[in-house]
């Protein structure tokens, strides 16, 4: 029964949010790896981008570095995160005699391997994302240095001499926002007619479907929560998403303690999403909190159903060594 002693508010919660089937492998890879090999399990970088996930993690026995440097030589498994490292980094782990498990998710590696063929192809290569993003740097460190121009922005398309514009490919970050990128691929084609682009897109199905439910009722709400961290690309593009559909309030927060509840107003309607590495328990926090002050009632907007799992890497797939 609504609680006459607090304001109505409706919660427009976006389906599919929250965890894609990358992070989830990720994360299970780490889990799986501490239960049959024991602690530590080290982890190159944040596994994922959310803070909630890596601390749980880290509380279970996973031992977060920057670098394989950082590891002592015991025998220890070690992850690479879901985002996807340099060559340079399976090498230097080979050349150690290092365990490690592999967390890259396929659809970045699928974009490591469309990198790969345009190269023995001779194809000079654009990638469309954003300097300093892990995904970015494992995925320029696929080919010598010098092989892969980074372009961010339309005006970078516009600027951009390639050597051989007949012999020119582009691939893209897997999380981006779908309006930019093509916006920028509108540029690159004009440009240059001959150029190469993607069988697939490489804007992953998650990124792409959080995207338009987002798109869906941002027109009508009067603010956009989404959960996600701010180093995550994806939950970044979520709350730009919800800006440009004309969202007067939108906001990125970590957590339930992150809303600025002066900064919502007096708000009727609101919408919740939760970006790709952000777990549920978190979206319900949020909800949890708005029910403490408001008379929520709550309506699930979904836009697509999504089915999709990966394999784990073959090393957890096999039976426990007795
Ligand atoms: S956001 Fe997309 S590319 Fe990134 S881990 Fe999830 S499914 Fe894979």
Redesign the pocket.
Known sequence: MADASKPPLEILLCAPRGF????D??IQIVELALQRFGAPVYVRHEI?HNRYVVDGLREKGAVFVEELDEIPDDGQPVVFS??GVPKSVPEDARAREMFFLDAT????SKVHKEAQIHFKRDREIVLIGHAGHP?VIGTMGQLPDGSVTLIETVADARAFTPKNPEQLAFITQ??LSVDDTSAIVKVLTERFPAITAPHKEDI????TNRQEAVKRIAGDVDAMIVVGAPNSS?SQRLREVAEREGCAVSVLIQRASDIDWSQLGDIRRVGVTAG??APEILVEEVIDAFAARYAVSVEVVRNAEET?AFNLPRELRLPAAE
């Open positions: 894609c089937a990358g992070v492998r990720a994922v879901a985002h998710c396929p659809l970045v995904e897997t999380t992953c199905y998650a990124t994806n790709a590495s999709i």
